[in-house]
């Protein structure tokens, strides 16, 4: 919608732009500040935040002069926000609670505590047949060959139809060795449950990073196991 906003701006539609106060317009005091102090001056658009007593058309207002202030402080409130909830996620992640928006292929969440892990026994069976086939000595591309023949659904499939997952620009319905790799060597089949391995760069972008592995958050016996320790020491020692 700001996008479009932009465009009809562009087009010469809109001459102003109200918004209830600054921060909605946005939190990010750079792009804020772009849009007022050179975007809407440049296109002649009126800028107005009701209750902050903002009007870029009025000379004599002097609350214009705190826009930038005002633009700072809401950043910072975002920022705050997002260490809270962080903070918030990790102490979660430490005391054995599930911060995953999606728990693997194999498991699922309880319906009434979405932190508790419960297997999923319509595909668990699928995960041990996986780790069974590598412990026995068929190699990824056997293993996808089988799944693909028997017309097992691929995790991304399955996922689809249990949950509310959708996305339009994945549409893998056949298994590949990448999917095979990525069981084999999720720990939480095991019965421990492994999280904060991954982490946004910071609270103003959607870029995800790895997170060192000696920054993993491991809680140890945390749920039902699917794969037994001795299947698993050796499918990892093979791998």
Not at 52 to 63: L, S
Not at 79 to 108: E, W
Not at 175 to 191: F, P
Request: hydrophobic share 30%.
């Amino acid at each position: 919608d700001f996008k479009n906003l932009i465009n009809d701006i562009e087009l010469g539609n809109v001459n102003l732009v109200i918004t209830k106060d600054l921060s909605r317009l946005g939190r990010d005091y750079i792009e804020t500040g772009y849009y007022l102090e050179k975007y809407f001056p440049l296109k002649n658009v009126r800028y107005i935040a009701l209750n902050d007593g903002i009007d870029t058309f009025d000379n004599n207002n002097t609350n214009n002069d705190m826009t930038p202030f005002k633009s700072v402080f809401n950043d910072m409130y975002a920022k705050d926000i997002s260490k809270k909830v962080r903070s918030s996620l990790l102490t979660k992640a430490s005391s054995g609670q599930n911060i995953k928006s999606f728990l693997p292929y194999g498991y699922k969440k309880d319906e009434k505590d979405k932190n508790i892990i419960l297997v999923d026994y319509e595909v668990s069976p699928i995960v041990q047949k996986i780790f069974e086939m590598y412990y026995a000595g068929n190699n990824k591309t056997e293993i996808c060959r089988y799944l693909n023949n028997n017309k097992i659904l691929t995790p991304l499939a399955y996922k689809r139809k249990a949950t509310n997952y959708f996305n339009p620009n994945n549409k893998t319905n056949s298994w590949s060795t990448t999917m095979i790799s990525k069981i084999l060597r999720d720990r939480i089949y095991t019965g421990d449950l492994v999280q904060h391995k991954y982490s946004k760069l910071n609270y103003k972008t959607k870029k995800i990073i790895d997170v060192p592995k000696q920054q993993h958050i491991i809680v140890e016996n945390n749920h039902e196991a699917i794969i037994d320790d001795e299947t698993w020491d050796k499918v990892q020692e093979i791998l």
